[in-house]
């Protein structure tokens, strides 16, 4: 668990690192083009949303000795660590050269990323069989990607001013690929004989009429959003809510994330006891609850207890989503015959990679109305409303819409206390509990596969 679970901070690193830093690097270091940037930027979203669901179907339709996910890990993450490695070195001169240099390198780099995280996440269903184990092993992955995303966005401005961009990036380049490495020696899958293939636009309809899997992406997809506007809104907040300089982001979002770290623990013993639906529920509602004070603080050491109670939420929305989807695949092989996690895996990053999209647009429209007008140097008194209500109301109508999709959520997994779903060895098989729990008529493909 621990092995397979240190691949997170690869992943992490890397996502953080290049998400935050690297529109700024061309921009403002290298002088190119904001619109050309952009531009690219939007072209490496809508591949990278493409790329996810025809990856997850490839990977599923792969057959060999070694596996279906295990070799494209292992053929991929060399060349992923040196393209990512390549982004921060400018072979070009001139603005337009290098705007085409940033987009060719981007792309291999969005093909090489999809095909080797897709494949990692994708192990996690088919390893981990229990609801116990299931739960402990999202908290180990969950550990070492806040790890992996503190490092990617905290360490980078320490480094690169000492070092320069391109050693950064190759220093990050280098511990990615060792993670991988280590996460690859603790990876185990079962090489499957399974008979039988879809095509991909009959994958994709299995999976888009899938009754759980709509509830879990909608409500996936809501939780996502919030994660976004909390990122994006906590310097607004800080500079017109609380009056505080920049380091101050620093100190609340870090709070957020050194609390998620030893309370994912804790969400996966509750999620045991008492099962994944139930206990995302309660995480909702926990996180919703730490939110609301964000409404009415005005000074920074509350601001920090309010991302320390945040913090207690997130860790067990981290630990959960990724347990609930699993519960998605073992019943949609139950009706297919088949195991289908690359597609639902691919299917998810395409569906949720638009929260971000949803979120800048929320932003816009909140600060907009609340008067706010950028570049200016005094911000009327209702912008002070408008970010208070970007971290404190807006994300509460989003988790209650998200607390439905969850609440309608059909998969009823219990805690491990139900012996409706303990085996002889009084291990809680997910398996025997998605049959005892699922009605036969939630959507889906059932009898199309080989059973």
Same mark, same amino acid.
């Given at each position: 668990?621990?092995?397979?679970?240190?691949?997170?901070?690869?992943?992490?690193?890397?996502?953080?690192?290049?998400?935050?830093?690297?529109?700024?690097?061309?921009?403002?270091?290298?002088?190119?083009?904001?619109?050309?940037?952009?531009?690219?930027?939007?072209?490496?979203?809508?591949?990278?949303?493409?790329?996810?669901?025809?990856?997850?179907?490839?990977?599923?339709?792969?057959?060999?000795?070694?596996?279906?996910?295990?070799?494209?890990?292992?053929?991929?993450?060399?060349?992923?660590?040196?393209?990512?490695?390549?982004?921060?070195?400018?072979?070009?001169?001139?603005?337009?050269?290098?705007?085409?240099?940033?987009?060719?390198?981007? !792309?291999?780099?969005?093909?090489?990323?999809?095909?080797?995280?897709?494949?990692?996440?994708?192990?996690?269903?088919?390893?981990?069989?229990?609801?116990?184990?299931?739960?402990?092993?999202?908290?180990?992955?969950?550990?070492?990607?806040?790890?992996?995303?503190?490092?990617?966005?905290?360490?980078?401005?320490?480094?690169?001013?000492?070092?320069?961009?391109?050693?950064?990036?190759?220093?990050?380049?280098?511990?990615?690929?060792?993670?991988?490495?280590?996460?690859?020696?603790?990876?185990? /899958?079962?090489?499957?004989?399974?008979?039988?293939?879809?095509?991909?636009?009959?994958?994709?309809?299995?999976?888009?009429?899938?009754?759980?899997?709509?509830?879990?992406?909608?409500?996936?997809?809501?939780?996502?959003?919030?994660?976004?506007?909390?990122?994006?809104?906590?310097?607004?907040?800080?500079?017109?809510?609380?009056?505080?300089?920049?380091?101050?982001?620093?100190?609340?979002?870090?709070?957020?994330?050194?609390?998620?770290?030893?309370?994912?623990?804790?969400?996966?013993?509750?999620?045991?006891?008492?099962?994944?639906?139930?206990?995302?529920?309660?995480?909702?509602?926990?996180?919703?609850?730490?939110?609301?004070?964000?409404?009415?603080?005005?000074?920074?050491?509350?601001?920090?207890?309010?991302?320390?109670?945040?913090?207690?939420?997130?860790?067990?929305?981290?630990?959960?989503? /990724?347990?609930?989807?699993?519960?998605?695949?073992?019943?949609?092989?139950?009706?297919?015959?088949?195991?289908?996690?690359?597609?639902?895996?691919?299917?998810?990053?395409?569906?949720?990679?638009?929260?971000?999209? !949803?979120?800048?647009?929320?932003?816009?429209?909140?600060?907009?109305?609340?008067?706010?007008?950028?570049?200016?140097?005094?911000?009327?008194?209702?912008?002070?409303?408008?970010?208070?209500?970007?971290?404190?109301?807006?994300?509460?109508?989003?988790?209650?819409?998200?607390?439905?999709?969850?609440?309608?959520?059909?998969?009823?997994?219990?805690?491990?206390?139900?012996?409706?779903?303990?085996?002889?060895?009084?291990?809680?098989?997910?398996?025997?509990?998605?049959?005892?729990?699922?009605?036969?008529?939630?959507?889906?493909?059932?009898?199309?596969?080989?059973?």
């Amino acid at each position: 668990m621990i092995r397979y679970g240190s691949g997170n901070l690869a992943v992490n690193l890397l996502t953080q690192a290049f998400a935050t830093f690297a529109t700024f690097y061309y921009i403002d270091h290298l002088g190119v083009d904001p619109a050309l940037i952009g531009l690219a930027m939007v072209i490496h979203g809508a591949a990278n949303a493409v790329l996810n669901p025809l990856v997850g179907h490839l990977s599923d339709r792969t057959r060999s000795r070694w596996g279906r996910r295990v070799p494209y890990i292992t053929v991929g993450m060399a060349p992923l660590a040196a393209t990512f490695a390549l982004i921060w070195v400018p072979l070009v001169d001139g603005s337009t050269a290098r705007f085409w240099y940033f987009l060719a390198v981007v !792309l291999v780099y969005d093909v090489l990323h999809v095909v080797v995280v897709l494949n990692y996440v994708a192990l996690f269903p088919e390893m981990f069989v229990t609801i116990a184990e299931r739960a402990k092993a999202a908290s180990w992955r969950q550990l070492f990607g806040i790890i992996g995303m503190i490092v990617g966005v905290a360490a980078a401005p320490m480094l690169y001013p000492a070092i320069g961009w391109p050693a950064m990036g190759a220093a990050f380049a280098v511990v990615a690929l060792v993670f991988f490495a280590v996460s690859l020696t603790g990876s185990r /899958e079962r090489v499957r004989r399974t008979d039988g293939h879809i095509g991909f636009l009959t994958a994709v309809r299995y999976t888009l009429t899938n009754r759980a899997f709509l509830a879990y992406v909608a409500g996936g997809f809501l939780l996502q959003v919030t994660f976004a506007l909390l990122q994006a809104g906590v310097p607004f907040f800080t500079k017109y809510a609380l009056g505080q300089p920049d380091s101050a982001n620093t100190l609340i979002l870090g709070a957020v994330f050194v609390t998620a770290i030893p309370l994912v623990y804790v969400w996966s013993r509750v999620t045991t006891r008492i099962g994944p639906r139930r206990a995302v529920l309660a995480a909702i509602v926990v996180y919703g609850l730490a939110l609301a004070p964000f409404l009415v603080v005005g000074s920074l050491p509350p601001a920090i207890a309010t991302g320390v109670a945040v913090g207690a939420g997130i860790a067990g929305m981290m630990v959960l989503l /990724e347990i609930l989807l699993a519960e998605v695949i073992d019943d949609d092989e139950r009706r297919t015959g088949l195991r289908r996690e690359g597609m639902y895996m691919g299917m998810n990053g395409f569906i949720v990679r638009w929260s971000a999209s !949803l979120q800048a647009v929320l932003l816009a429209v909140v600060l907009s109305a609340s008067g706010y007008r950028a570049g200016a140097a005094q911000q009327p008194e209702s912008v002070v409303t408008g970010v208070r209500l970007l971290l404190g109301g807006v994300p509460l109508v989003v988790l209650a819409l998200a607390f439905v999709c969850f609440v309608v959520y059909p998969i009823r997994l219990p805690g491990r206390a139900d012996p409706a779903v303990q085996g002889e060895d009084g291990r809680q098989h997910v398996g025997a509990a998605v049959v005892a729990h699922v009605a036969d008529g939630d959507g889906g493909a059932r009898g199309q596969g080989s059973g």
